[in-house]
């Protein structure tokens, strides 16, 4: 066991708004949304960040990619545009230490980012 809030969403014993789940990869709905599409998709594995991931997940990390792509069509958001972010270490701005990718549309983006 461990005390891993994205490993206990993926079990289902916390709630969060799922948009997708399979044995492999799932997205659910930011609790605190920084625009008008904000989905987390994510592995069911436990992985760290970035930093940890295998030649031996490149699968799964293309998996990932792929779902973001299908739920921002899914969201109308794949023709205007959208951003993938994926905040890596505490100088990356990761808060939760489950890798995930962040999913943000419906609206302009800026940059440079924070
Ligand atoms: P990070 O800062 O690690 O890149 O992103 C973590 C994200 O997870 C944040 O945007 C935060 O709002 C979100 N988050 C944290 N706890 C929960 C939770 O319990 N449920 C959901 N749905 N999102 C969460
Ligand atoms: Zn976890």
């Not at 960040?49 to 779902?67: I, K, Y």
């Not at 890798?99 to 419906?106: A, M, P, R, T, V």
């Amino acid at each position: 066991m461990n005390d891993c809030i994205f490993c206990a969403i993926a079990a289902h014993e916390i709630p969060a708004t799922f948009v997708r789940e399979d044995d492999e990869v799932l997205a659910i709905r930011d609790v605190n949304p920084q625009a008008p599409v904000h989905v987390l998709i994510l592995p069911r594995e436990h992985i760290e960040s970035v930093a940890e991931l295998t030649p031996s997940q490149d699968g799964l990390w293309g998996r990932m990619l792929h779902v973001a792509q299908a739920i921002a069509e899914d969201e109308g958001i794949d023709e205007t545009g959208f951003r993938l972010v994926v905040n890596t270490g505490k100088a990356g701005g990761q808060t939760v230490d489950h890798l995930h990718i962040h999913l943000l549309g419906g609206r302009q983006m800026t940059w440079p980012p924070g």
